[in-house]
């Protein structure tokens, strides 16, 4: 792949680390490592959150079989096309402008491979299911918590049943003139707010905010909202700010500059290409 990423304005090394953002950033990031050169490092480690990860796979699936029914696999394939090709071209940019120079040469040094061990791979694979365990218990289960009771909260701090009164209905629309453009209601954006904290979390948050089961909350959805609005907003979900955990490894990695620089392009840049799908699905008459 060197020679194809080197004129993409990536490392050849930064193909596995793409390639494990598929499963998740974190991991996918510190796989970095492995890249010597700085400039190369930053930009594989910038652009790796553009890569759909299987926490956005669970709400992606669930939403592509609902409105797309056959054709639903075909539009899954077309986002994590869509995330490559842009990952590409922040790379291109990024070598361009502040990261300017020529990507280092590829020399690789094959280490000694062993048959896999039993034991460690064991060992391995209970580490790796523990992390998980640990973000859902930390991150994904309290930010479910807190949309709970910002739902059942009314603008007078009493209780209510009424999501159309309630604090997350209140902060949806103060903040919807944000994303008017976009065609949104208050429970996509208050979805997608909270999908900042984990995008596990986006699916859940949604079967909550409509009323709904998590196993319902797609064919909900399919009721509310043409086929071109929830396309455009899986590409907003796709491309913008990745999750607190993400935050983390690339502050860990890169320091605070870099992780705010992905944060500031990932949600310019997933609400232009947002907007700019919704415009052409207008203009060429989709529904």
């Known amino acids: 792949m060197d020679k194809i990423m080197r004129k993409l304005g990536l490392s050849g090394r930064a193909i596995i680390p793409m390639v494990l953002g598929f499963g998740c950033n974190v991991p996918a ?29 669970v709400f992606f699936a669930a939403i592509v079989e609902a409105f797309w029914g056959e054709m639903g696999g075909d539009v899954l394939l077309s986002l994590y096309l869509l995330g490559v090709v842009l990952a590409f071209i922040v790379a291109i940019v990024l070598r361009k402008t502040v990261l300017r120079g020529r990507v280092s040469p590829f020399i690789l040094e094959l280490p000694p491979y062993q048959m896999p061990v039993l034991k460690v791979s064991l060992y391995k694979a209970w580490g790796r299911g523990k992390m998980f365990f640990t973000k859902a218990g930390k991150v ?15 603008t007078s701090f009493t209780y209510t049943e009424n999501a159309e009164s309630s604090l997350a209905a209140a ?21 997608a707010l909270f999908g900042i904290i984990a995008k596990e979390i986006v699916l859940g948050a949604s079967a909550l905010l409509y009323g709904v089961s998590e196993e319902a909350i797609a064919t909900k959805m399919a009721t509310m909202y043409t086929p071109l609005q929830m396309y455009s907003y899986l590409v907003f979900i796709l491309i913008y700010v ?32 947002s907007w700019i799908v919704l415009g052409l699905g207008h203009l060429m008459g989709v529904a």
């Open 29 to 57: 990031i510190y796989a970095t490592r492995t890249i010597p050169d700085a400039k190369d490092r930053l930009i594989a480690i910038v652009t790796n959150p553009l890569m759909l990860c299987g926490a956005r796979l």
């Open 171 to 191: 902060i949806g629309k103060a903040l919807l003139p944000l994303v008017a453009p976009l065609g949104w209601d208050w429970r996509l954006l208050v979805a």
């Open 140 to 154: 994904i289960l309290p930010g479910i918590l807190i949309l709970g009771i910002l739902l059942i909260t009314s």
């Open 242 to 273: 990745p999750c607190i955990v993400t935050i983390g490894a690339i502050k860990q990695e890169a320091g605070w500059k870099w992780a705010v620089l992905t944060l500031v392009y990932g949600i310019l840049l997933g609400y232009v290409i």
